[in-house]
């Protein structure tokens, strides 16, 4: 009887091990979901941060050329004497200068778009990153729950 009793003792073992194996297995895809999560929250936090960085910088540089058109009309005014000739140069003036803020707001938004393009692939990387890491951790406690069900002798009958 000692000898039948040695298989079931050993498929307790092993049924131990495996659930133990299970347990590892669980408790780091958990941890590895855990950090996925994390690091989306990081990256959004980050993400948004240069977002609002950006945007403030954008309207720091159009109020500062908004400013910069209103003095210039104003000095522009008080040197014409507002006659027909001088009306139409001044909307000439103000035309082109109006041309040329829309042109510069043109890069700026260009800029903008790359900035943003450059954050996305940051955060695209840094996402690929942290999973690939996961993964690689996830792999490497498998591998070892595996080499511990491996080790464990089985008895036969």
Do not use: C, Y
């Not at 297995?25 to 979901?33: D, F, M, N, T």
């Not at 690929?128 to 008895?155: A, F, G, M, N, Y």
């Amino acid at each position: 009887m000692t000898v039948e009793q040695k298989p079931v003792k050993a498929k307790t073992t092993l049924k131990e091990v495996v659930a133990e194996g299970a347990d590892k297995l669980e408790l780091a895809s958990k941890e590895a979901q855990q950090k996925v999560k994390e690091a989306v929250t990081e990256s959004t936090e980050n993400v948004k941060t240069e977002a609002k960085e950006v945007q403030a910088n954008v309207q720091e540089q159009i109020q500062s050329l908004k400013q910069d058109l209103f003095q210039r009309i104003e000095a522009i005014k008080k040197q014409l004497s507002f006659s027909p000739k001088d009306l139409a140069e001044l909307k000439e003036f103000v035309k082109a200068e109006l041309t040329a803020v829309i042109e510069d707001l043109s890069k700026m938004g260009k800029e903008l778009k790359e900035d943003v393009s450059q954050i996305s692939v940051k955060h695209k990387d840094h996402l690929t990153e942290t999973l690939k890491r996961s993964k690689e951790h996830t792999l490497d406690v498998w591998k070892k729950v595996s080499v511990k069900s491996e080790d464990e002798p089985t008895l036969k009958s």
